[in-house]
C-alpha cells in the first residue's frame, strides 16, 4: 500500500499524547516555520498545491494569501471540525488519534496568515474528539507549544474548543463562524467573505481539519513531495471513507487520484456476500450517484468534476442491488431538509416539498408528473439560495433521478416499491 | 458615482448603493419583500434575484453592491422563474385566507403574487400548521402566514432597541416569535404591524375594522407628544379606525409609537365634550366679556391656553385676550424640557423617539404666546385668582385644577371667580366648576399647524368632520370676538396663518397651503439677526 502520512500515527498506542508526537517529529515542522517569514510559509503552502479537504477543494495557500496584512480587527483561524455530511467520518479519527498535528497545523497557519488565535469547532455529537483536543491543548499549553511566546519564538498563539450543537449547516463556513460567536447558525450573505469580515468582524480564515493536519508534513518534506504524491494540481494523499455494502468498509489513505474501482474492489475487498454493485455516491451524500460503468475514475477533485460530479469530502457510500433508489434519497432528502436553517426561501420550502413527494413515490403514492416536479423544484432551488446546502439536496436529487429514472417510474406505475414496503420508522413526517 | 445599465436603462447610483436602491431610486421597482429601506439587508426572501451579467448565479440585487458597467436583468426569463418560484415556495405552507385576512390590500406577497404568480398551486402535498401564540395586546401573530423575512426580528433588535423575537426550529418548521413566549414589550411594537409585509403580524386594535381599499387616509400628525410624528389617520364612514406612521426623515423616519397610535381612542372618548352647556353659551360668554370690557376692567380677565392647540388657535386666543378683552393675563403650561438629542438618530429609538413634553405645540405656544410683552403659567393665574387679579377666567384645553398640582387649593381658588369657562375636548374636574363649557375639536377635526420641539411647522389636517357641535378653538375665539363687535374675516387656519406669518418672529415664511410635506424649518432668531448683522457690519464682525 501507498504511503501513509495522516493516518502513519493511527496504529502507534497513545498516538493522542504529546510525547508519542514528538517521539516521532512531532512540532519540528512548527520550529520550522517560526525561523520562516510568514510570507515563505504562505508560498511553500502554495507551491504545494494543498487543496482543501472540506470538499470544495480550494487551494489552501491562496486562501491564506487572501487575508489583509493589516487588519483594524483580530484575525482569526477556524478549524472546520464539523463534520456532518452523511458518510464523511475522516476528522473524527484524526482528532481521536493525532490531535496535535492538528494543533500544529493550526499553529503553523496563524503564523502564516497572522492571527494569534484559533478556535476548532468540533461537531456537537463528537464526544471523544472534543476531549482528546482538549486534553492535546492542555499538554501543549504546558509545554509552551500554545499560549504565549510558543516556543520561545515571540510569536502568541492560542487554540480553543467550540463545540458545536447539532446542526449540519454549521459545516458551512460562515455559518460556523456565526455560531462560533454565539449566535443560531446561519450563513451570512457573501460578500464580504470570511478573509474580510468574519468570526467577530475579524479576518478569518476557515480551513478543515484534514487539510490542516497536511500542513506540519508539507513543512518538514517540501512542497514538491506532497505535490508528486499525486496527479497534477491534486497533490497529497486523501483521506477516503467508504461506508455501504462493502467488506470492509473504513477510512484509507491512499494517494489522490486513487481509482474508485480500486477501492471499491482491491481496498474495500469488493461488496459484501454476492452481490452486485449498483450505484456508489463519491465524496459525501452532496455529490451526484455514479453507476458501476462510472467507477473507473479517479478519485480527484478534477476527474470527478469531469463526469459531473465532486470528490467533496472523499466519503464514498457504496450501495448493492439490495438498494431501493427512491428510499435512498428519500432518506437523504429528509436529511436535507431538516437540516435546513430555514433562512432562505427556496431551501427551507423547497427542501421539504422535495421530501414530501419522495415520501409520496416511495410510498406507493406517486402521480404522473412527479419526476419532473421534482425536477423542476431542484431547478427552482439551485444556485438560488444564501449558501450551498440547497444545492447539497437539489445535486443528488437530481443525480438519482437522472441515473435511475425507470425506477422512479416504476414506482409511480406500480403503486409502491418494488423491493418493498417503507419500514416504519422512515415513513414520518418532512419533520424528521 | 457608478454608471450600470438596468434593463437597458443606464443609471447612476450612489457610491456603496446597492443595485436595488438605485432600481427604486429610478422608479426601477424590482419585488423584494425581506429588504426595507431602514433596516439591515439579510437577503433571505430570494424575491429580488437578478441577472447581472458575467455572475455564475443569479444575484440578490439588496445586497450586491451597484458597480461601474454592471449590466443587470430584472425581467429576463430566468428571473422571472425565479420570482415565480420564490412565490411558489411561500404559498406552500400559507393558508390562502387572504378574505379574513386584515393585511388583504395592502400585502405584498398579495401583490407580487397576483403580478408575478401561478394561477395554480403545484404543491399537492399537506399543509402544516403553526400554534397560536398570542404575542401581546398590540399585535396579533399567525405564523401560518409568516414568510420568514426576519424584518419584525431585524426592527425590534436594530431599531426598537428590544431584542425581543427570534427565530426558533429549522427548515420548513421555523418560526418567529418572541423569546420564553414572552408579550412583546417594546413601546413601539405597533409598527411590527407595518414593517411585516404580509398578514403574519397585525394591528390587534384595528382587527377586522376595516378594508385598506375602502378608507381614505389623510396625512396628519399624532398629538401624543412634541416630536409631531407624521402620520396617515384612516378613516372610513367618519371614523377614524388606526394611526399609521408617515414617512418623514427629519422627524420619525417610518415609525410611530404605540401610545401615539393609541391617540385616536380620544376622539370617541366616552368623556368627550360634544355640545355647549346651552345653546346660547356664545352670546353668555361674549356678554360677560363685554360688561367687563365696557367696565375698562378686560384685565380682570384670565385666558389660559394650552400647548394641545394649533399654532392658529392660540394666535387667536392671544389676539382675542390682547387687543378685544385687553389683559395681559395670558398664560399656558410650559411643556417638559427634554435633555435628549431630538433625532431622528441611528441609536435605537428609545433613546430618543418618545419626547418627555407630551404636548405636540408647547414650540408654537412659546412662539407665539410669548411674544406678547406679559405671560404667565398656569399657577401665576391661580395666585392671581386667589389675590383676587382676575375675576373671570377662560380656559382652553387646560385642567389646571389637576396640573396645579394641589386639588383643594385649585378649587378653591377657581370657585372664587365670578365666571369661568372651560373650551375643551373632554370633561376634566375644571370643566365641572365651570359656568359654561364649549365643545372643541379633537385633533382628528381640525385643521391647522403645530411646531414640534425642533421648531419644525407641520400641517394637521381633519380627517373627519367634527363631532356634536365641536370645533376649533380659533372658529370659538372669532365667533366670541364678533359678538363683540370685531371685523375679523377669519374663515379658515389659512387666513389666519397668513396674519401669523406676518406678525410672529420665525413664522414669516408659513403658507398653510404650500406647507412642504416634510414640514417647515422655523426661521431660527439668531440666524435672521445673524444674516443682518452680516449685511449691515460685516466689516466690524472680522475685526472681533
Same mark, same amino acid.
Given at each position: 500500500?501507498?504511503?501513509?502520512?495522516?493516518?502513519?500515527?493511527?496504529?502507534?498506542?497513545?498516538?493522542?499524547?504529546?510525547?508519542?508526537?514528538?517521539?516521532?517529529?512531532?512540532?519540528?515542522?512548527?520550529?520550522?516555520?517560526?525561523?520562516m517569514?510568514p510570507?515563505?510559509?504562505?508560498?511553500?503552502?502554495?507551491?504545494?498545491?494543498?487543496?482543501?479537504?472540506?470538499?470544495?477543494?480550494?487551494?489552501?495557500?491562496?486562501?491564506?494569501?487572501?487575508?489583509?496584512?493589516?487588519?483594524?480587527? %483580530?484575525?482569526?483561524?477556524?478549524?472546520?471540525?464539523?463534520?456532518?455530511e &452523511?458518510?464523511?467520518?475522516?476528522?473524527?479519527?484524526?482528532?481521536?488519534l493525532?490531535?496535535?498535528?492538528?494543533?500544529?497545523?493550526?499553529?503553523?497557519?496563524?503564523?502564516?496568515?497572522?492571527?494569534?488565535?484559533?478556535?476548532?469547532?468540533?461537531?456537537?455529537?463528537?464526544?471523544?474528539?472534543?476531549?482528546r483536543?482538549?486534553?492535546?491543548?492542555?499538554?501543549?499549553?504546558?509545554?509552551?507549544?500554545?499560549?504565549?511566546?510558543?516556543?520561545?519564538s515571540?510569536?502568541?498563539?492560542?487554540?480553543?474548543?467550540?463545540?458545536?450543537?447539532?446542526?449540519?449547516?454549521?459545516?458551512?463556513?460562515?455559518?460556523l463562524?456565526?455560531?462560533?460567536?454565539?449566535?443560531?447558525?446561519m450563513?451570512?450573505?457573501?460578500?464580504?467573505?470570511?478573509?474580510?469580515?468574519?468570526?467577530?468582524g475579524? &479576518?478569518?480564515v476557515?480551513?478543515?481539519?484534514?487539510?490542516?493536519?497536511? *500542513?506540519?508534513?508539507?513543512?518538514?518534506?517540501?512542497?514538491?513531495?506532497?505535490?508528486?504524491?499525486? &496527479?497534477?494540481?491534486?497533490?497529497?494523499?486523501?483521506?477516503?471513507?467508504?461506508?455501504?455494502?462493502?467488506?470492509?468498509?473504513?477510512?484509507?489513505?491512499?494517494?489522490?487520484?486513487?481509482?474508485?474501482?480500486?477501492?471499491?474492489?482491491?481496498?474495500?475487498?469488493?461488496?459484501r456476500?454476492?452481490?452486485?454493485?449498483k450505484? *456508489?455516491?463519491?465524496?459525501?451524500s452532496?455529490? %451526484?450517484?455514479?453507476?458501476?460503468?462510472?467507477?473507473?475514475?479517479?478519485?480527484?477533485?478534477?476527474?470527478?468534476?469531469?463526469?459531473?460530479?465532486?470528490?467533496?469530502?472523499?466519503?464514498?457510500i457504496?450501495?448493492?442491488?439490495?438498494?431501493?433508489?427512491?428510499?435512498?434519497?428519500t432518506?437523504?432528502a429528509?436529511?436535507?431538509?431538516?437540516?435546513?436553517?430555514?433562512?432562505?426561501?427556496?431551501?427551507?420550502?423547497?427542501?421539504?416539498?422535495?421530501?414530501?413527494?419522495?415520501?409520496?413515490?416511495?410510498?406507493?403514492?406517486?402521480?404522473?408528473?412527479?419526476?419532473?416536479?421534482?425536477?423542476?423544484?431542484?431547478?427552482?432551488?439551485?444556485?438560488?439560495?444564501?449558501?450551498p446546502?440547497?444545492?447539497?439536496?437539489?445535486?443528488?436529487?437530481?443525480?438519482?433521478?437522472?441515473?435511475?429514472? %425507470?425506477?422512479?417510474?416504476?414506482?409511480?406505475?406500480?403503486?409502491?416499491?418494488?423491493?418493498? %414496503?417503507?419500514?416504519?420508522?422512515?415513513?414520518?413526517?418532512?419533520?424528521? | 458615482?457608478?454608471?450600470?445599465?438596468?434593463?437597458g436603462?443606464?443609471?447612476?447610483?450612489?457610491?456603496?448603493?446597492?443595485?436595488?436602491?438605485?432600481?427604486?431610486a429610478?422608479?426601477?421597482?424590482?419585488?423584494?419583500?425581506?429588504?426595507?429601506?431602514?433596516?439591515?439587508?439579510?437577503?433571505?426572501?430570494?424575491?429580488?434575484?437578478?441577472e447581472?451579467?458575467?455572475?455564475?448565479?443569479?444575484?440578490?440585487?439588496?445586497g450586491?453592491e451597484?458597480?461601474?458597467?454592471?449590466?443587470?436583468?430584472?425581467?429576463?426569463e430566468?428571473?422571472l422563474?425565479?420570482?415565480? @418560484?420564490?412565490?411558489?415556495?411561500?404559498?406552500?405552507?400559507?393558508?390562502?385566507?387572504?378574505?379574513?385576512?386584515?393585511?388583504?390590500?395592502?400585502?405584498?406577497?398579495?401583490?407580487?403574487?397576483?403580478?408575478h404568480?401561478?394561477?395554480e398551486?403545484?404543491?399537492?402535498?399537506?399543509?402544516?400548521?403553526?400554534?397560536?401564540?398570542?404575542?401581546?395586546?398590540? !399585535?396579533?401573530?399567525?405564523?401560518?402566514?409568516?414568510?420568514?423575512?426576519?424584518?419584525?426580528?431585524?426592527?425590534?433588535?436594530?431599531?426598537?432597541?428590544?431584542?425581543?423575537?427570534?427565530?426558533?426550529?429549522?427548515?420548513?418548521?421555523?418560526?418567529?416569535?418572541?423569546? =420564553?413566549?414572552?408579550?412583546?414589550?417594546?413601546p413601539?411594537?405597533?409598527?411590527?404591524?407595518?414593517?411585516c409585509?404580509?398578514?403574519?403580524?397585525?394591528?390587534?386594535? #384595528?382587527?377586522?375594522?376595516?378594508?385598506?381599499?375602502?378608507?381614505?387616509?389623510?396625512?396628519?400628525?399624532?398629538? +401624543?407628544?412634541?416630536?409631531?410624528?407624521?402620520a396617515?389617520?384612516?378613516?372610513?364612514?367618519?371614523?377614524?379606525?388606526?394611526?399609521?406612521?408617515?414617512?418623514?426623515? #427629519?422627524?420619525n423616519?417610518?415609525?410611530?409609537c404605540? /401610545?401615539?397610535?393609541? @391617540?385616536?381612542?380620544?376622539?370617541?372618548?366616552?368623556?368627550?365634550?360634544?355640545?355647549?352647556?346651552?345653546a346660547?353659551?356664545?352670546?353668555?360668554?361674549?356678554?360677560?366679556?363685554?360688561?367687563?370690557?365696557?367696565?375698562?376692567?378686560?384685565?380682570?380677565?384670565?385666558?389660559?391656553?394650552?400647548?394641545?392647540?394649533?399654532?392658529?388657535?392660540?394666535?387667536?386666543?392671544?389676539?382675542?385676550?390682547r387687543?378685544?378683552?385687553g389683559?395681559?393675563?395670558l398664560?399656558?403650561?410650559?411643556?417638559?424640557?427634554?435633555?435628549?438629542?431630538?433625532?431622528?438618530?441611528?441609536?435605537?429609538?428609545? $433613546?430618543? #423617539?418618545?419626547?418627555?413634553?407630551?404636548?405636540?405645540?408647547?414650540? +408654537?405656544?412659546?412662539?407665539?404666546?410669548?411674544?406678547? $410683552?406679559?405671560?404667565?403659567?398656569?399657577?401665576? =393665574?391661580?395666585?392671581?385668582?386667589?389675590?383676587?387679579?382676575?375675576?373671570?377666567?377662560?380656559? #382652553?384645553? $387646560?385642567?389646571?385644577?389637576?396640573?396645579?398640582?394641589d386639588?383643594?387649593?385649585?378649587?378653591? /381658588?377657581?370657585?372664587?371667580?365670578?365666571?369661568?369657562?372651560?373650551?375643551?375636548?373632554?370633561?376634566?374636574?375644571?370643566?365641572?366648576?365651570?359656568?359654561?363649557?364649549?365643545?372643541?375639536?379633537?385633533?382628528?377635526?381640525?385643521?391647522?399647524?403645530?411646531?414640534?420641539?425642533? +421648531?419644525? !411647522?407641520?400641517?394637521?389636517?381633519?380627517?373627519i368632520?367634527?363631532?356634536?357641535?365641536?370645533?376649533?378653538?380659533?372658529?370659538?375665539?372669532?365667533?366670541?370676538?364678533?359678538?363683540?363687535?370685531t371685523?375679523?374675516?377669519?374663515?379658515?387656519?389659512?387666513?389666519v396663518?397668513?396674519?401669523?406669518?406676518?406678525?410672529?418672529?420665525?413664522?414669516?415664511?408659513?403658507?398653510?397651503?404650500?406647507?412642504?410635506?416634510?414640514?417647515?424649518?422655523?426661521?431660527?432668531?439668531?440666524? /435672521?439677526?445673524?444674516?443682518?448683522a452680516?449685511?449691515?457690519?460685516?466689516?466690524?464682525d472680522?475685526?472681533?
Amino acid at each position: 500500500m501507498a504511503e501513509k502520512i495522516l493516518t502513519a500515527r493511527f496504529e502507534t498506542p497513545d498516538s493522542h499524547l504529546l510525547n508519542t508526537y514528538q517521539a516521532d517529529g512531532g512540532y519540528t515542522a512548527l520550529k520550522k516555520a517560526l525561523t520562516m517569514k510568514p510570507e515563505e510559509v504562505i508560498e511553500l503552502v502554495k507551491a504545494s498545491g494543498l487543496r482543501g479537504r472540506g470538499g470544495a477543494g480550494f487551494p489552501a495557500g491562496l486562501k491564506w494569501s487572501f487575508v489583509p496584512k493589516e487588519a483594524e480587527k %483580530p484575525k482569526y483561524l477556524c478549524v472546520n471540525a464539523d463534520e456532518g455530511e &452523511p458518510g464523511t467520518f475522516k476528522d473524527r479519527y484524526l482528532m481521536e488519534l493525532d490531535p496535535h498535528a492538528v494543533i500544529e497545523g493550526s499553529a503553523i497557519a496563524c503564523y502564516a496568515f497572522g492571527a494569534h488565535i484559533a478556535y476548532i469547532y468540533v461537531r456537537g455529537e463528537f464526544k471523544v474528539p472534543m476531549e482528546r483536543m482538549e486534553q492535546a491543548l492542555a499538554e501543549a499549553r504546558e509545554a509552551g507549544l500554545v499560549g504565549k511566546n510558543i516556543l520561545d519564538s515571540g510569536f502568541d498563539f492560542d487554540m480553543w474548543v467550540h463545540p458545536g450543537a447539532g446542526a449540519y449547516v454549521c459545516g458551512e463556513e460562515t455559518a460556523l463562524i456565526e455560531s462560533n460567536e454565539g449566535h443560531r447558525g446561519m450563513p451570512r450573505l457573501k460578500p464580504p467573505f470570511p478573509a474580510v469580515v468574519g468570526l467577530f468582524g475579524g &479576518p478569518t480564515v476557515v480551513n478543515n481539519v484534514e487539510t490542516l493536519a497536511f *500542513v506540519p508534513h508539507i513543512m518538514n518534506q517540501g512542497a514538491e513531495w506532497f505535490a508528486k504524491l499525486g &496527479p497534477e494540481r491534486n497533490g497529497g494523499t486523501k483521506m477516503y471513507g467508504v461506508s455501504g455494502h462493502v467488506k470492509k468498509p473504513g477510512i484509507y489513505e491512499l494517494p489522490m487520484g486513487t481509482s474508485l474501482k480500486e477501492i471499491i474492489y482491491d481496498v474495500c475487498g469488493g461488496i459484501r456476500g454476492d452481490h452486485e454493485l449498483k450505484a *456508489v455516491i463519491p465524496g459525501g451524500s452532496s455529490t %451526484p450517484v455514479l453507476t458501476p460503468d462510472e467507477i473507473d475514475v479517479a478519485m480527484d477533485f478534477d476527474s470527478l468534476a469531469k463526469i459531473g460530479t465532486m470528490l467533496g469530502s472523499g466519503a464514498i457510500i457504496v450501495m448493492d442491488e439490495t438498494t431501493c433508489m427512491v428510499r435512498a434519497i428519500t432518506r437523504l432528502a429528509k436529511f436535507y431538509s431538516h437540516e435546513s436553517c430555514g433562512q432562505c426561501t427556496p431551501c427551507r420550502e423547497g427542501l421539504a416539498w422535495i421530501h414530501q413527494v419522495l415520501v409520496r413515490i416511495e410510498g406507493g403514492q406517486g402521480r404522473e408528473g412527479d419526476i419532473d416536479l421534482l425536477l423542476d423544484i431542484c431547478d427552482n432551488v439551485q444556485g438560488n439560495t444564501i449558501c450551498p446546502l440547497g444545492d447539497a439536496c437539489a445535486m443528488p436529487v437530481r443525480g438519482f433521478i437522472k441515473k435511475f429514472r %425507470p425506477e422512479f417510474e416504476e414506482h409511480i406505475q406500480k403503486a409502491g416499491c418494488p423491493i418493498g %414496503p417503507f419500514p416504519a420508522p422512515w415513513a414520518g413526517s418532512a419533520k424528521g | 458615482m457608478p454608471k450600470l445599465t438596468i434593463d437597458g436603462v443606464e443609471i447612476e447610483a450612489a457610491q456603496g448603493q446597492s443595485v436595488l436602491d438605485a432600481a427604486l431610486a429610478h422608479g426601477i421597482h424590482i419585488p423584494h419583500l425581506c429588504y426595507h429601506p431602514r433596516l439591515k439587508v439579510s437577503g433571505n426572501c430570494r424575491m429580488c434575484l437578478v441577472e447581472i451579467e458575467k455572475a455564475p448565479k443569479l444575484q440578490i440585487s439588496c445586497g450586491t453592491e451597484a458597480r461601474d458597467g454592471m449590466v443587470v436583468q430584472t425581467k429576463s426569463e430566468k428571473v422571472l422563474k425565479a420570482r415565480q @418560484s420564490v412565490l411558489e415556495f411561500m404559498l406552500i405552507n400559507h393558508p390562502l385566507d387572504c378574505p379574513t385576512c386584515d393585511q388583504c390590500g395592502e400585502c405584498k406577497l398579495q401583490d407580487y403574487c397576483s403580478e408575478h404568480g401561478q394561477e395554480e398551486s403545484r404543491y399537492g402535498e399537506e399543509k402544516h400548521g403553526f400554534d397560536v401564540l398570542d404575542v401581546g395586546p398590540d !399585535i396579533s401573530r399567525n405564523m401560518n402566514r409568516c414568510i420568514h423575512c426576519t424584518r419584525c426580528i431585524r426592527f425590534l433588535r436594530d431599531v426598537a432597541g428590544s431584542e425581543e423575537f427570534t427565530l426558533y426550529e429549522r427548515g420548513s418548521h421555523t418560526t418567529v416569535g418572541p423569546y =420564553l413566549e414572552k408579550a412583546l414589550e417594546s413601546p413601539f411594537s405597533g409598527n411590527l404591524a407595518e414593517v411585516c409585509p404580509v398578514g403574519a403580524l397585525t394591528c390587534k386594535h #384595528f382587527r377586522f375594522k376595516g378594508r385598506s381599499w375602502l378608507m381614505e387616509k389623510s396625512r396628519t400628525l399624532c398629538p +401624543g407628544c412634541a416630536r409631531g410624528c407624521n402620520a396617515y389617520a384612516w378613516t372610513s364612514k367618519q371614523e377614524v379606525l388606526r394611526l399609521t406612521p408617515a414617512e418623514n426623515d #427629519f422627524v420619525n423616519q417610518s415609525w410611530l409609537c404605540n /401610545a401615539g397610535r393609541a @391617540s385616536i381612542a380620544q376622539i370617541e372618548a366616552k368623556n368627550r365634550i360634544l355640545e355647549p352647556t346651552r345653546a346660547t353659551a356664545m352670546e353668555e360668554l361674549a356678554g360677560v366679556l363685554r360688561a367687563l370690557i365696557e367696565k375698562d376692567e378686560g384685565e380682570k380677565v384670565g385666558v389660559l391656553a394650552s400647548p394641545r392647540l394649533t399654532n392658529e388657535d392660540l394666535y387667536l386666543i392671544r389676539k382675542l385676550a390682547r387687543e378685544v378683552i385687553g389683559t395681559t393675563h395670558l398664560a399656558f403650561v410650559p411643556g417638559m424640557s427634554d435633555d435628549r438629542p431630538f433625532g431622528p438618530l441611528d441609536t435605537p429609538l428609545t $433613546e430618543w #423617539f418618545i419626547r418627555a413634553d407630551p404636548t405636540p405645540n408647547s414650540h +408654537g405656544a412659546r412662539d407665539i404666546l410669548h411674544s406678547t $410683552e406679559h405671560t404667565e403659567n398656569a399657577f401665576d =393665574l391661580i395666585e392671581a385668582a386667589e389675590k383676587g387679579e382676575i375675576s373671570s377666567l377662560l380656559v #382652553f384645553s $387646560e385642567d389646571p385644577v389637576t396640573s396645579f398640582g394641589d386639588v383643594d387649593r385649585a378649587t378653591k /381658588a377657581l370657585g372664587q371667580l365670578d365666571f369661568l369657562a372651560v373650551i375643551d375636548s373632554h370633561f376634566s374636574p375644571t370643566a365641572e366648576l365651570a359656568r359654561l363649557v364649549v365643545p372643541e375639536a379633537s385633533f382628528a377635526e381640525k385643521d391647522g399647524t403645530f411646531t414640534n420641539e425642533q +421648531g419644525r !411647522i407641520q400641517r394637521l389636517r381633519a380627517a373627519i368632520p367634527a363631532r356634536g357641535h365641536s370645533q376649533s378653538a380659533w372658529q370659538t375665539v372669532t365667533e366670541v370676538a364678533k359678538h363683540l363687535g370685531t371685523v375679523w374675516t377669519f374663515n379658515s387656519a389659512a387666513e389666519v396663518d397668513r396674519e401669523i406669518a406676518s406678525k410672529i418672529p420665525g413664522y414669516q415664511d408659513l403658507d398653510f397651503d404650500t406647507l412642504p410635506l416634510e414640514g417647515l424649518a422655523l426661521v431660527q432668531a439668531d440666524e /435672521a439677526d445673524q444674516a443682518e448683522a452680516e449685511e449691515s457690519t460685516p466689516d466690524q464682525d472680522k475685526k472681533e
